[in-house]
């Protein structure tokens, strides 16, 4: 059942918990996720990064992500991840996206404002759905040399007045707060400012998002749920844990003949097992 991110947020917030919203570059991804939120028979997100536009385009994988969700058995969204193109975010809507997440974090705030009126403009047309973004989240807009560091910038973090300011402003649907998590694999246990959330959240009366939810601890899934996060981004651990899973299936073949078609279903199984595993939290 195609659902708007709006609608899906509702379902989250009546029950006070978040919904999983997966990164799925490629046809084996789409269907583990929907497949796990079936079996388990909760909401999900699907999403296409524009990053990944070189990985797979989105006008190969939008059509087959739309039509997925519409057969699914489960409330599915499908949604695109930190767009900072703004034609993007057309292609997208023009696709059937029912909602649009633009970044325009690296921004000044005059300009993220400004964009994220016009992409909720282009949103209106076809009633879908608005994420954006105030704050800096770690790693991806920080650029390289700072996965190391030990305390991100205190100035990354999102501010609660501006936050209010922002929704605002725009009218978007969902604001995406920058508190300590970051895109990637992390290289040490992340520093949390969960205050954050509790000072967002008295500020500004949407859903928060969880953006580098990877690798986060059951118990802060937890904190940030009670705080009010409604969405969990979730991708490079479901990945990893796909690609683990072919590397040790390889190790075992003893006639060294391995066939791609057995590539895909042992990195989708376990995609499916991380994806299930990572719902049972949110949910």
């Known amino acids: 059942m195609l ?15 978040a919904v999983g919203s997966f990164n799925t570059p490629n046809l084996e991804s789409v269907m583990s996720v929907i497949g796990a939120a079936e079996e388990l028979n909760v909401p999900v997100i699907i999403m296409h990064a524009e990053v990944h536009e070189d990985l797979m385009p989105l006008s190969v994988i939008g059509p087959i992500m739309v039509e997925m969700a519409k057969k699914a058995k489960v409330p599915v969204c499908v949604h695109l ?30 300009e993220n404002v400004a964009n994220t009126c ?35 910038p205190k100035e990354v973090y999102t501010d609660p007045d501006d936050a ?74 479901m990945a990893k844990a796909g690609g683990e899973a072919v590397v040790s299936k390889v190790k075992e073949k003893s006639d060294n003949v391995v066939y791609y078609h057995d590539i895909v279903l042992w990195g989708s199984n376990a995609m499916k097992e991380n994806v299930k595993s990572a719902l049972k939290i949110f949910s």
């Open 3 to 17: 659902v708007t991110l709006k609608e899906i947020l509702q379902i989250a917030e009546a029950k006070k918990s």
């Open 81 to 110: 991840d930190h767009g900072v193109t703004l034609s993007y975010l057309q292609a997208a809507v023009n696709l059937g996206f029912t909602s649009i997440m633009y970044d325009g974090s690296t921004l000044s705030y005059g």
């Open 118 to 152: 016009i992409a909720v403009e282009i949103a209106k047309k076809t009633g879908a759905s608005v994420e954006a973004e105030i704050g800096v989240l770690g790693k991806r807009e920080l650029g390289a040399g700072h996965e190391d560091n030990e305390e991100a």
């Open 164 to 237: 209010k300011r922002f929704v605002e402003e725009t009218g978007i649907d969902a604001l995406a707060c920058s508190f300590g998590t970051a895109h990637g694999i992390y290289l040490k246990k992340p520093k949390l400012d969960m205050s954050v959330l509790d000072r967002v959240k008295e500020k500004v009366n949407i859903p928060l998002v969880m953006h580098g939810g990877s690798g986060v601890s059951e118990e802060d899934y937890k904190i940030a749920i009670n705080k009010g996060v409604r969405k969990i981004n979730y991708y490079t651990y």
